[in-house]
């Protein structure tokens, strides 16, 4: 039984804010993680003498 | 013997390293478990309740509305108790996981205001009222906010996190007005329709999506807590050993 049409866009524009607020709460963490590890990973070439990181960005 | 474990326990989870690896099991458990929930809760909600007598399929709106209005409520108090713990303890990792909360329960009264805005225009020909329980969730969203912004402010995040737990805790009056404020004004908002201890004078057949709806709302927040907390400990400690050796393997 899905919304009718009359309330179809109400119904499915809040679902949509929901299925988008909450998409953004589970990538916004994994990118967060993926851009700390790359600096991380370039500091520590830097510390290590290696400039190959610096040289590609 | 088993309060002394769970006291050594507790202890342990102030240890950066043990903290790490705790959110890096448990949340994506919690994510599992909110997809689940929330799998059950959506089939359900759009597909198998029957349409309201009065409001026809509108009031299926609620299904994201009220959960995400609770875990605004509910993340926040979770805040009040990690920022107690936090300025009397000053554990980092409490520290750390009450800033954290703030983002999520900004994003869940988002949800709550603009899903509750949407299902206004239909129903009460407005998309919005400046009522008692519309301004003190706004004003919540606003609180969230000022968290963020006050611990985005200090170079020192734990002088910052410190001040924003004072700001958590004064902002804590808030909660029992937006729960008290369709009885202590007259809005234009309906006052409770779901009790926990008496009787609801919500139709037993449409329940069973709101309870898993909620669930899930509740397993989301705490997998996004230890998501974003993990995060940020990484980078505080970022020059630490412990996340080096972590970063050889996988951070």
């Keep these: 039984m899905i919304p ?54 | 013997m088993i309060w002394h474990n769970i006291k050594v326990g507790f202890h342990r989870l102030g240890s950066p390293p043990v903290f790490h690896r705790l959110c890096r099991v448990v949340a994506p458990w919690l994510w599992a478990g909110a997809a689940i929930c929330a799998a059950f809760g959506l089939y359900k909600a759009l597909y198998l309740v029957p349409p309201d007598y009065q409001q026809s399929d509108s009031f299926r709106i609620l299904y994201v509305h009220v959960p995400a209005a609770w875990q605004a409520m509910a993340g926040y108090l979770v805040m009040s108790v990690l920022a107690v713990i936090a300025l009397v303890w000053r554990i980092r990792t409490t520290e750390i996981m009450a800033m954290m909360g703030a983002p999520i329960g900004a994003a869940f009264t988002l949800i709550c205001l603009a899903t509750g805005s949407i299902w206004g225009r239909p129903m009460w020909g407005t998309w919005w009222a400046w009522d008692a329980r519309l301004t003190s969730m706004l004003v919540l969203l606003f ?61 037993s057949s449409m329940m ?44």
Excluded at chain 1, 40 to 46: D, F, I, S, T, V
Excluded at chain 2, 171 to 180: S, Y
Excluded at chain 2, 240 to 246: A, D, L, N, P, S
């Design chain 2, 143 to 203: 609180v969230y906010l000022g968290i963020m912004g006050l611990y985005a402010a200090f170079e020192d995040k734990r002088k910052g996190a410190r001040v924003a737990c004072i700001l958590i805790l004064v902002g804590l009056v808030n909660i029992p007005i937006i729960h008290f404020s369709v009885e202590w004004w007259t809005t234009l908002h309906q006052g409770s329709t779901i009790s926990f201890f008496g009787e609801s004078s919500m139709d």
């Design chain 2, 208 to 251: 069973p999506p709101l309870i898993w709806m909620v669930i899930a709302t509740k397993l989301m927040f705490g997998a996004a807590l230890l998501d974003r907390s993990r995060n940020e400990l990484i980078e505080q400690d970022r020059r630490k050993g412990w996340v080096r050796q972590k970063l050889g393997a996988s951070a």
């Design chain 1, 4 to 57: 009718e049409f009359e309330y179809a866009p109400y119904v499915w524009t809040s679902y949509g804010i929901f299925a988008i607020i909450v998409a953004w709460q589970v990538i916004q963490p994994l990118l967060k993680r993926r851009r700390l590890k790359a600096e991380l990973r370039e500091e520590q070439a830097l510390e290590e003498g290696d400039y190959s990181h610096d040289a590609q960005t």
